[in-house]
């Protein structure tokens, strides 16, 4: 189970509460948002006073056990962000997201082999046109997830 935002059902998106109820909820990993601050949240307009640190979030995740899916909001960070995971032993396991492809190769050249994948707000590659295969006739398994060495 992917706990968006942590349980944001239970308590404030993207907080430690959220990320707390997601581990008593045995999520098996936690999306999160992470700023130009290093600070989680969505967006700079949504971001609390008491908005974590990724330091903070990636210290509790670990602790609990959690995989960790880290949508980054902007780019710049990406050195940053795979120095945090690797500080926390979550390389192994984590994926990182982006809607920036030069995010994406800088996540490439950093941490080859970190898991990466790309958000569809800015599909100049048009992969929102492609056509998908139908639902009834996929299953999916722990084969088809690269987070399966969880």
Known sequence: MIAHRGASVAAPPNSLAAFSAAAEAEAD???L???????????????????????????????FGLGVHVDMKVQGIERAVVAALARHGL????????????????LAHHAPDLPRAIGY???RLSVSSLSWPDRK?????SSHI?????
């Open 121 to 123: 707000p800015r599909d």
């Open 29 to 31: 990993l936690v999306e």
């Open 146 to 150: 690269p987070l399966s060495r969880m």
């Open 137 to 141: 006739s996929t299953r999916l398994n």
């Open 33 to 63: 948002d992470v700023l130009a601050s290093l600070r989680v949240g969505h967006s700079d307009g949504e971001l609390t006073a008491d908005a974590p640190t990724l330091d903070e979030s990636l210290a509790l995740l670990a602790e």
């Open 91 to 106: 390389l192994e396991r984590a994926l990182v997201s982006t809607t920036w492809t030069p995010s994406l190769r800088r």
